[in-house]
């Protein structure tokens, strides 16, 4: 099908969401160098422009004065034939030096079994680390250097992978992590030092996991490869985000700047749904945003049917809490989508229901501190639940589908449970510290019912708002 057939088809596609972010059609995944440059938001993100399954990764970009509402620009990296990213242009990150913005990435050309660093069953690739710099204010034009600079891993290291560059700046050099790790032993992030961005220096491990004791091909199936770093500070307090087996775990810790070593303290899992593969970036102001990839749950064969594939989470503004916690709440701009305000109350033994006219809905349902209730949120499809969420205070546990976890400890930043319905995604935000993002296919709006109940002795608040769309025909510009 031509692009403008699939994108006709693309815009009346009620599984697709209409307040998150997506390419405008085909496939997209990890967000990439994010920055606010010249007073507007920029946002990159690992796309194919080829069909709507990974593969030939090509750098798209999008462009936002609020982080809701975007413009989609034209694709900012793409492969350079037989050069070092001919088969692909992976994730990483931009940081402003002289003046200039300019983007770390990974690139993959194909490579003897010798010197490929990725050895995954299905591809023998070799990863270098590529720089390009941006060539006008509005990151349209960027031009890569010819060579890498940092053309191989650490010598005598023979990584499961080794991409996803991370710089940081710390006392007047550049710093880098990068996604790495080793078979028997775990995944890992390497540590590196600059000047100047070009010439670096392998320092040592800033962190590494365990060995998993499980041999898959894929070594990030089994954690002995970490994807997608983020290091970065809020306030005085570090962190550490990495991807691994389909799952991202958040990480604050100790970093003794002298020898440059990360101690973990407190770790847990950031998402416990479809979300990985996240990157934050500083906003004006001092907030830490974090843009995440939503990805399918359905078959292939699906999504490459629909069109596109892949969208990219709310912007999550995180902070952390006085023992260390990660916490995140959906960013404040959101609310300029709401529309008319709705303030209900669900008692015990008499479930709220309402019928959706539309898939675009904001729900907070305040919980108390140590209300002894159970609350359940549904969405049914003619009469069947297609999607559940229970909030057990009393059981202390959390429940979505076959997800379960404990409930997080008590007091929570936010005494609430936060939730985005958008098509065929439902991100949900527990007590400002758990994240549950969802994908539930062939929900119809006129069809769709909300139902709420409540177990305990109290009857639970409830505000609603139907949400705005970001664009008038879900191609997201
Ligand atoms: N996606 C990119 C890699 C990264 C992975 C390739 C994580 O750079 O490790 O599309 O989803």
């Not at 005494?415 to 969802?438: C, H, M, W």
Request: proline residues 8%.
């Amino acid at each position: 099908m031509g692009p403008e057939a699939d994108l006709a088809r693309i815009a009346h596609d009620p599984d697709r969401p209409e307040f998150h972010f997506l390419a405008p059609h085909n496939w997209m995944n990890d967000p990439n160098g994010p920055i606010f440059w010249k007073g507007e938001y920029h946002l990159f993100y690992q796309m194919n422009p080829h069909a709507a399954v990974w593969g030939d990764m090509h750098w798209g970009h999008a462009v936002s004065a609020d982080m809701v509402h975007w413009r989609h620009l034209p694709i900012a990296l793409a492969p350079t034939p037989h050069g070092h990213d001919s088969e692909g242009c992976f994730t990483g990150s931009t940081v402003v030096s002289g003046g200039r913005p300019t983007i770390i990435y990974t690139g993959v050309q194909n490579a003897p079994a010798e010197q490929a660093t990725i050895r995954d069953g299905a591809n023998k690739l070799r990863e270098t680390q590529l720089l390009a710099v941006a060539e006008d204010d509005s990151l349209l034009r960027w031009k890569k250097e010819a060579e890498p600079v940092i053309a191989a891993p650490p010598p005598g290291m023979n990584v499961t992978g080794f991409r996803d560059p991370c710089p940081w700046r710390e006392a007047g050099a550049w710093y880098l992590g990068i996604g790495s790790g080793e078979r028997g032993k775990g995944g890992c992030v390497l540590l590196y030092r600059s000047e100047d961005l070009r010439h670096w220096e392998y320092l040592h491990r800033l962190a590494e996991g365990e060995p998993s004791g499980r041999a898959e091909t894929n070594p990030v199936e089994s954690g002995e490869m970490w994807e997608c770093p983020d290091v970065f500070t809020i306030g005085k307090k570090h962190c550490l985000l990495y991807s691994t087996e389909g799952k991202v775990i958040w990480t604050t810790g100790d970093y003794d700047d002298q020898a440059h070593r990360y101690t973990v303290m407190r770790s847990g899992i950031l998402d416990h749904g479809s979300y990985y593969a996240p990157k934050s970036f500083l906003a004006p102001g001092g907030r830490r945003i974090l843009w995440g990839w939503i990805t399918e749950s359905r078959p292939d064969a699906e999504f490459s049917r629909a069109g596109w594939a892949g969208a990219t989470s709310l912007p999550r503004v995180l902070s952390i809490g006085a023992e260390g916690q990660l916490e995140m709440r959906p960013a404040v701009e959101l609310e300029t989508l709401r529309g008319a305000a709705d303030q209900i109350s669900v008692k015990p033994g008499a479930p709220f229901r309402r019928n959706l006219d539309s898939l675009r809905q904001e729900l907070t349902l305040h919980i108390p501190p140590l209300r002894r209730s159970a609350v359940t949120t549904r969405l049914r499809m003619n009469g069947s639940a297609k999607w559940e969420l229970t909030v057990d205070v009393p059981g202390n546990t959390v429940r979505c589908g076959q997800i379960e976890f404990a409930l997080p400890g008590q007091p929570w930043p936010r005494p609430e449970l936060r939730i985005f319905l958008d098509g065929s995604i439902v991100e949900a935000f527990l007590g400002g510290r758990e994240a549950i993002t969802s994908r539930v296919y062939g929900l119809r709006p006129g069809q769709c019912e909300l139902e709420i109940e409540v177990a305990g002795d109290r009857a639970i608040t409830i505000d609603l708002w139907p949400l705005n769309p970001i664009s008038q025909d879900r191609l997201t510009s």
